[in-house]
Each structure stands twice: as C-alpha cells, then as structure tokens.
C-alpha cells in the first residue's frame, strides 16, 4: 500500500513540474495525444521483433510517443498555434497505424489495447528493481524518481529561459536565448513522464494529474514559481485523498486519484480568493450596491433642493420612483450610513453635509472612480 | 473485385457526412479535441444506464452516454464562459480526466456488486465494432447528419454570428449561449451515434482532419461546412472499397484489414496533402491557414 502510495506520489510530482509548463502553452491533452500515439511505436516494435512484454515495446513507445508530441508542436506552429487541432490530426493517426499493424501481424496474440487505456496501478508495484539480489523497491518508483531528478536538474539550469520560453517566446528568440532547444527539452520531458508513468496510472489519470492541479494552482496565483509549488503540492494532496478513498471503499485506485483531482481543481474554480465563483459573486454584489447607493445619494439630493423630500425619499418613494426592490433600497442605504452620508430620519432618507458634497461630485462627474464602475457592474452579466 | 457490404457502406458515408458537418463547427470554434473528450465523458454514462437498468441494448446505452457526454459539453462551454483562464483546452482536460475516473470507479463498484458481469457489451460501445456494422447503424448516422444539417442551414446566420464576432452577435440579440448550448448537443448526439459504430478514434480523427482538408481552400463560411461535409462523405465513399482491394492484395485469409483505421489514415493523408500542397483559392495564399488578414 505504502509502495503504491510511493509511486502515485512521485507521479503527481513529475507531472506537477510538466502540469503548468503544458497549461501555460495551452496543450494540456497532449498527454492524452502521447498515451495514445504510443501504439504506433509499440505496433512496429511488435512487427519487428514479436515478443510480447519485451523492452523494445517499451521504447518503441517511448520513441512514437515523443515523435508525435514533436511533429504535434511543429504542426501547430503550421497551423498558427492550433494546437488542439494539431493533436487532433496527429494522435489518431499514429493510433491507426499501430492498431492496422497490430491487426496484420498481431491478430492471434493477446495484446490487449484496452488494457493501455485503464492502466493498473493497484500491481504497478509487482515489478522490483533488484540490484545483486537485493530487492531496492518498486521499478516504476525507481524510473519516476529518475524522471523528477532529470526535471528538477533542468529546471534549475534553464529556470529563466523557461519563463521566457512560457510567456514571451519571441522576445526570447530576440534575445538569443535558446527557445528552439527548449521546445525540445519540454516535449522529451513531458513525453518522458508520460510514458514512464502511463503503464502504472493510465493516460486518463495521467491527464487528471497533468491538468487538475495545474488548475487548481492557476487560480490561486500569478507567480510562475509559486505556480510549480502549489501544481506539486495540489497533486500530491490529490493522491492522498485518491488513495485514501480507494482504501475506504475498495475502489479502482487511479479512478479514485483521478476524481479527488477532478474534484479539488472543481472546489478550487468555486472557492478560490479573486478568480473563484464564490468570490466573483460576491464582488458583483457588493458593486450593485455600491451603484445602489450613489444613485440614492444623487437622487435624494435633487428631491431635497426641489423640496418634496418628504413624499419622495421614504422607502417607497425611493423603490418606486428609481425601479429598485425594497432590499436594494435598505442595502443601498446602509451603505451611506456605514459612511455616514445619509441618515433616516422619521422614515425619510436625509443626506447629510458629507453626502451633498458627494452627491454633488458625482453629479458633476467629478469623482475619479466613477469611470470605473461600468466594468464593475457588467460583472454580473458575464456571469449568467 | 467484390463490392463492400452494403451497410458498412452507407455507415462510412454518413460518419463522413456528420463528422464532416459538426467538425467545421468545431473548427471554427477553435475546439478540435471536444469530440475526443465528449467521447470520453460517454464511458460513465454507459456505466451507469447499465447499473440503473441492467439491459445491455444499445438503445438504453446511447441514452446514458448522450446524458452524460452532453452534460459534459454543456458545462465545458459555461466554465469557458465563466472563467476565461480555462480556455484552449484547460477545461477539456479538466472535464476528460474527471469523466473517465468517474467511469473507472463507477466501473470497479459495479465489478464488486454486480453478479456476472461480462466486459463485452460495454467496452465495444467505446471503441466501435466497424465489422459488425449493420442497416440501422447506417440509418443512424444518416439519419443524425440529416438533422445536423438542417439545425446549421436554418440557424446559419446565428452559428456564423458566434464563430466570428461573439459580442457583435450579442449585441445584435442573437441568442449566442443557446446557439451554443444547441450545437453542443448536437456534437454530443453526432458522437453518440457514431461511438458504437465506428469508435472514439475514427470519430475524434475525422472531427479534426476534415475540416483541415478543406480549410486552406476557401474563406466563405457557407463553402467551408459544405465542402468539409462532402469530403466526408467522399472519403467515407471510398473508403471501403479501398478496404477491399487491400484485403484483396495484401490480406491473409482469416485476418481482415480493419476499416476505421483505414478511413483514419485516408482522411489525415487527405488533410496533410492539403495543408502542404498548392490552393485552390489563390486569395488565401499570403493569408495562410486558420487566420484572419
């Protein structure tokens, strides 16, 4: 259990370090594209050499795998930055020519496709790497600590050039820096993790584990290094959860990681301080109100100079006569209260001395933050 | 030479019809991967209508993977909506993964509580079973571009408002997020029908390559969906004829050449030969592909 624990935790590292990288260039499913395209290496390695479980079948695939995430990135170059539709048009076809071969050379021997798209995490354990007898612990943990070193190592060499490479390629390329090596070390390294890890998690967990804490950290900040910190530590959160739930309730151990990923990155989009749901509704309120109020500020001001304040500005007259509902009304109300604008008084909204200078600027048209607030009250009208 | 089967046939021409139609959409609406994902987000809906019916019959099948795989795509296009950082493909992703690892644990609840439970039924439904293609199938998919067509040749105005200048059509009072709801169901109703007759693959490859075949070539809206249909068809067409010419040159009795991967190959052959060969329009040249002047 802790071995699958293992493995599962340094797959959600590797892929928390290749997550934002894929996310920021918009490319996400590659992983998905990859574990797919593998067939094609897997069914030439099997043409070639016809032995089932032999390591030529894994290279094979880790070749295909990266000559199509590669000719993928060429391809959307092509196809100016299409890049969904430049997976689209790579995967299948890569899919084809191995399923065709397969279906040639293969047809009476147990190589099963369906089993590539589940994957198995629960006997990825099964496989040990021993070093003169001595049982060293799983291989696939043994392969994915690797894989983690290999990045952490290519992070800290090319650290700059890489937030070039992610948010400004060109100016990168102008200023001489190696942006073309760079689109090859992202596409080996995120081909690597790919393949190393789809035989124990599955391409589907894999891009639960690519794109979910991505998300998830993307929400909660701006900043690129904080950015890869929360990707890792969302995955790992996400594996412990996953794993814990499977325990609980004896589920598919990679269904069950992929879900609590699915569901902490959906919590993320609800909760998330400035770009969450939660939050944006609140804000759209609070500036309804704040329009609310200026508008009784303004209003109540011109009924006091005409004079009729008295039928005008109770409660009703105000919801009346400006279209509001009684809440908008009080809430409005309240607000210049809290800044001691206006006053009730026997019923009757009063300004006071402070609310004639603030009516009176912003009917005017002086007020500096008046400008702003047409983007701030359409919020609610994007949200529908 | 001896003729392809009759229904395998027609089913080829009208996967190649309706892909073609509702890939030019998608195209347009830079989403080439979302037949893959609603593809995908089909697996738990399989499950389920099995689970809560216990029939195996394509019909109760299609139903559940339509409810699922249109909610799905219903709600990538309101987190599109809602939270720009998800566009290009952050919430396919998102929405692909958390699908199929519903399936995966639906699947190994339903293996733990259900008595004699055999994969066969419902791991087919995924990934297409071409050879046993049969008349109603064809009619389907027929039957399903039909419809498709006639929902885009009467909303085209509508459809050619949101692909290009959104707010503009908004403004205008076109119902912009109900023309996108109803294409998303529609998308999901096109992957549906043709999930269990020609599989995820077949179907997701024809969504992208067609409409890239034709894109180069022309600049008009109207030309673009028409020709990506007819293309389909076209390919759809030939397709198995040239199954059996292979079968009969280079086949070994008893091993059949597949037809999806066929139709696979020949349509991004057709997309790459048109990308990187001469246009037909000689306008689009300096433009090159997919962007406007």
Known sequence: MLEIFLIGALSAIGCGLTGPVLL???RVLLGDAVSHSVLAGIGIAFWIHPVVNSPWLRLGAALSGCCAAWVATKLTGILRGRADAALGLVFPLFFSIGALILAIKASNTHLDVDQVLSGNLESSWLERFRLGGTDLGPQAAWNMLLIVVALLAAGWIWWRDLQLYLFDPQQGQILGRPMAFLEILVVVATTSVIVFSFDAMGPILLVALLAGPGICAWFLTS?????FLATVAAGLLSVLAGTGLACALDLNIAGSIGLAAFLIALGTLLMAPDHGMVFRLLQANRARIRFV????AVHICQHEIKGDQASENTRVG????????????????LWLQARSLAVWEN?????THAGKIFAKSLAEGQDSTDGQMGGEIQRPASLM | MTTPDGAVLFACIGAGLLYGLLGSITHLRRQSLRGDVLAHSAWPGVLVAFAITGEKSP???????????????LVITWLERLFPRL????????????????????????????EGLGQAGLKSFLLGQAAAVQWPDAWTLLGASMLAGLFVYSFR????????????????GQPTLAVEWILDLFLALGVVCGLQVVGMVVLSALLVALPLAVRPHTKSFGTFVLASTMLGGAIGFVTPWLVIFLESSFGHPGKGIPTGPIFVVMATLVAIASLFGPRFNNKSVATGIGVRR
């Open chain 1, 24 to 26: 920021l260039r918009r």
């Open chain 1, 223 to 227: 900043q690129i290094g904080p950015f």
């Open chain 1, 293 to 296: 109020a200026r508008l009784l």
């Open chain 1, 318 to 333: 105000l919801r009346d006569h400006l279209k509001l509902s009684e809440k908008e009304v009080a809430a409005g109300a």
């Open chain 1, 347 to 351: 019923q009757i909204l009063v300004s």
């Open chain 2, 59 to 73: 019909v109760v099948l299609a139903l559940g993977a339509f409810v699922f795989s249109a909610g799905f795509g």
């Open chain 2, 87 to 114: 566009k290009g493909d952050g919430a396919h992703a998102l929405l692909l993964s958390g699908s199929f690892a519903l399936g995966s644990v639906v699947w190994s609840l339903m293996q733990r509580h259900m």
């Open chain 2, 157 to 172: 105005r509508d459809i050619s408002g949101i692909l290009f200048d959104r707010d503009h059509a908004f403004l205008l």
